[in-house]
């Protein structure tokens, strides 16, 4: 009996299928499907949680190649639709704002534009707010604006910035928010008759018509606003009164009773060519032209005691009214009077001058003296 029994359950036994193979699992990044599912590495299932199969994005505006698939940031094709990468031209900000080299109208982005001319001439047209040449600048910003108007009373700087000219109609012509004698441009600039704008203030504009045209109880150059200007012909403002600067003219520009070189204004300037104001009086100081510079009826060294000691050429000096001989040894009659070096006895005679008393040279021909 129990034999019967064990040959029946060797019979089922050789009845039932062999149990399945474990069942193999993804190995991921190795290029091959090994669990035999068609899918291989990351695509498969079995990888998606493992790092090397977590997708790494491109962020578009960090600088780094995130996805390390040799381009960065907006260069990478992931990128293309980010709003960091989409770039238009905003057309009036004076800015390239898509980085391809043009400039507001100058770029394709702008054409047609409310800002953006037809391509004519910008010059003439400096306050329409167009841009008529399409060169990217716009009215004083265009180079061909500077120095042209730029409306009423406005001009365009070399800077590009609309600048008030006209600083007495009380209108901010330039737009900046500052009228007339408030707007810095308007800075010693007339602000209507007699007026003059100084520290952003009107003030003393004419300082010669006897005036107080700016009615702070004070007129022409007792005004401070009149320092350093022109109160007439060959006069100036200088501490609070008025100065003669012109003296050769033979006028008392300044009003004192004294004129050119009587006006101690006149003090060191020069009265005409060769001539100086010293102590109320013209003096000669070229002494070797031949002309009276100073007027007084006397030329170069008859012109004493201007040129006294002053030379009258190469080895000539003037002294007493007269030429006089200082270069001895040279073979020139350096004073013109006829008589060179020892011969000219007044002057050079001496033995410090190489020259002897008259004695015959055959007697004395090694000692260094024309005796």
């Not at 960090?62 to 990128?79: E, L």
């Not at 391509?119 to 040449?133: K, Q, S, V």
């Not at 000096?317 to 040894?329: D, F, I, L, P």
């Amino acid at each position: 009996m129990r034999r019967a029994l064990l040959c029946l359950a060797l019979a089922l036994l050789s009845a039932c299928p062999a149990p399945p193979p474990p069942a193999r699992h993804e190995i991921c990044g190795n290029g091959t499907d090994d669990d035999g599912d068609g899918k291989t590495d990351c695509a498969d299932p079995d990888c998606f949680p493992e790092a090397i199969c977590v997708p790494i994005f491109e962020s578009c505006a960090n600088g780094v190649d995130d996805d390390r698939n040799g381009a960065t940031d907006c260069q990478d094709a992931a990128c293309a639709g980010d709003p960091a990468c989409i770039k238009v031209e905003t057309c009036g900000n004076g800015v390239d704002d898509n980085a391809n080299g043009r400039i507001d109208c100058a770029d394709p982005d702008c054409l047609g534009r409310p800002t953006c001319g037809d391509g004519g001439a910008e010059d003439g047209h400096c306050a329409d707010g167009l841009d008529n040449d399409n060169n990217g600048y716009l009215d004083c910003h265009d180079q061909a604006c500077a120095q042209k108007s730029c409306g009423a009373g406005c001009r365009c700087g070399d800077a590009g910035i609309p600048m008030e000219i006209d600083c007495g109609d009380q209108r901010d012509d330039d737009g900046d928010g500052a009228t007339d004698c408030v707007d810095a441009d308007c800075d010693g600039v007339a602000c209507g008759a007699g007026c003059a704008c100084h520290g952003g203030l009107p003030g003393e504009g004419t300082c010669d018509d006897g005036v107080d045209n700016d009615r702070d109880s004070k007129t022409d150059c007792a005004d401070s606003d009149c320092a350093a200007a022109a109160c007439g012909t060959g006069c100036v403002c200088a501490s609070g009164v008025k100065k003669e600067t012109a003296c050769t003219n033979g006028a008392d520009d300044d009003g004192d009773g004294k004129t050119d070189c009587a006006d101690p204004d006149c003090a060191a300037a020069a009265c005409g060519t060769g001539c100086v104001c010293a102590s109320g009086v013209k003096k000669e100081t070229l002494c070797t032209d031949g002309v009276d510079n100073d007027g007084d009826g006397k030329t170069d060294c008859l012109d004493t005691p201007d040129c006294d000691g002053t030379a009258c050429g190469a080895g000539c000096t003037c002294t007493g009214g007269a030429k006089h001989e200082t270069q001895c040894t040279d073979r020139v009659d350096n004073d013109g009077d006829g008589k060179r070096d020892c011969a000219d006895t007044a002057d050079c005679s001496g033995a410090a001058n190489l020259c002897g008393t008259g004695v015959a040279e055959s007697t004395n021909c090694s000692d260094g003296i024309d005796n």
